[in-house]
Each structure stands twice: as C-alpha cells, then as structure tokens.
C-alpha cells in the first residue's frame, strides 16, 4: 500500500469565506498534493466574534465549495461546544488519522502570532505547518518563533509525505490582496465586491444578508 496523502486543515472564521481563502487552499492543496479541508472555527480565542453565525458560515462554505471535489468542509469545531483550540483539534484529528500525514496552514500573518496560540510549540507534535504567502499584512516573525521553527523548515513539499508532523513549509501561493474585513466594509457600504467572492454567494441573497444588514443598523 503507498503512503497516504497529506490532510491539511485551513482553519478561519470565515466571515465570509472570499476567494483569497479558497485559492489560496487550491493552490496549497497542488503544491502539497494534499486533501484540503477548510475548517470554521467557532469561538475564536484571538478574535472578536464574527458577525454571520455559525450556521450562516456553513451555509456560506457550502455554496462556495459546489462543483469541485479538491476542497472539503470540516465543521468539527462548530459542532463541539466552547472555544476551539487548534492543538485540541489537531489531537483529536491525530487520533482519526494515524501516522498520516497533518498540515496545518495558515496565513503569513496569522503564523507571526503563533506564540500566543494555546499550547503552540506542541502543535509541531500533531501536526506540519504550511505557511501561506499573503500581501498587504506586515508579517515579521518573533524571535521565539523563528528559533523554533528554523530547524523544521523543509522547502520540497515531498518531505512531508510519510512524515506524520513537525516540519514547516513555506508555501508560494499566488499573492490575493482580499480580506473579509475589506468585504463586510463593502457590502456595508451597500457596495457589491462580485469578483472578490466566489459566485455561488450571490445565487442566494440571504447568504450575504447579515453583512448588508450591519450596513443598515450603523
Ligand atoms: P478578517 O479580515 O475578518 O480578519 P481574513 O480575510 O483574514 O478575515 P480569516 O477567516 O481570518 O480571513 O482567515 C483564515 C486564514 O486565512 C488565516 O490563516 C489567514 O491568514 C488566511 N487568509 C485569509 N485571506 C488570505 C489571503 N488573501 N491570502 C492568504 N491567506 C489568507
């Protein structure tokens, strides 16, 4: 039997999921020749909380993850109760996989605020990280970081294929100057970002309502 391919969870809130994320993962999951899952969190432990609910994110990842098969969704850490921690997830995913190969990607931008994440220096225990290029952020990475992550740093995606966690790639994704945060400001604004979201979110209007809405009531 050969090895397995890689499972790479792509965790956010997703408020709304917009085309940087999903080609970002599309690209990520070529590069690594991986199962790519794109995984709502729900009480993010960094961030304020979003404005769409959860149900409302699924409904959002679905309509923009029709007619491909490359892309999955994984709603584990909506359907537990209470904040989600990534190393928790990542444990609990360990434990489903085996000795499979795990990577967890994250933005350029989210990877320099690693250290304050829950129990982040055993997250290279469970799981690979990909770090995905992304422009407009200023991304410097501590000291305390750097020093852990230059000695796992590999640069050909193959050597994470039979190697269950540990090393970190950079991933050279294509750069998508598009935030969520500039997508709520344009449709508060009564504004129609059509290109920046993947088309299935306009074939329902109730999918972008609640960010209409905020417009509205401010
Ligand atoms: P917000 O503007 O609300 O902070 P966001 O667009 O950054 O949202 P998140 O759901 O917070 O989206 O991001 C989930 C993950 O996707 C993070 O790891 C983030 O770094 C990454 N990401 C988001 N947009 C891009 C992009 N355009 N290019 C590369 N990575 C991205």
Do not use: N
């Amino acid at each position: 039997m050969g090895q397995p391919r890689p499972l790479a969870l792509f965790g956010g809130t997703f408020d709304p999921v917009h085309l940087g994320h999903l080609s970002v993962a599309w690209e990520a999951s070529e590069l690594l020749d991986a199962e790519v899952r794109l995984m709502p969190a729900s009480v993010p432990p960094h961030r304020p909380a979003p404005l769409a609910t959860p149900v409302q994110r699924v409904a959002m990842l679905q309509a923009a993850l029709e007619r491909q098969s490359r892309l999955s969704l994984d709603t584990r850490e909506l359907d537990r109760s209470g904040a989600s921690y990534t190393y928790d997830t990542l444990r609990e995913l360990r434990a489903e996989q085996g000795t499979r190969p795990l990577v967890l990607l994250i933005g350029a931008d989210a990877f320099a605020g690693l250290p304050s994440w829950h129990r982040w220096r055993e997250l290279f225990d469970v799981a690979h990280i990909g770090v995905l290029s992304r422009p407009g952020v200023e991304a410097r990475v501590p000291e305390a970081l750097e020093r852990e992550v230059a000695p796992r740093r590999v640069s050909e995606p193959s050597a994470l294929h039979g190697v269950p966690a540990g090393k970190v790639i950079e991933l050279a994704v294509t750069p998508l100057e598009i935030s969520a945060t500039r997508i709520r400001e344009l449709l508060a604004e009564g504004r129609d970002p059509r290109y920046l979201l993947p088309c299935g979110l306009f074939d329902d209007p109730a999918l972008l309502a609640p960010y209409r809405a905020a417009g509205q009531s401010s």
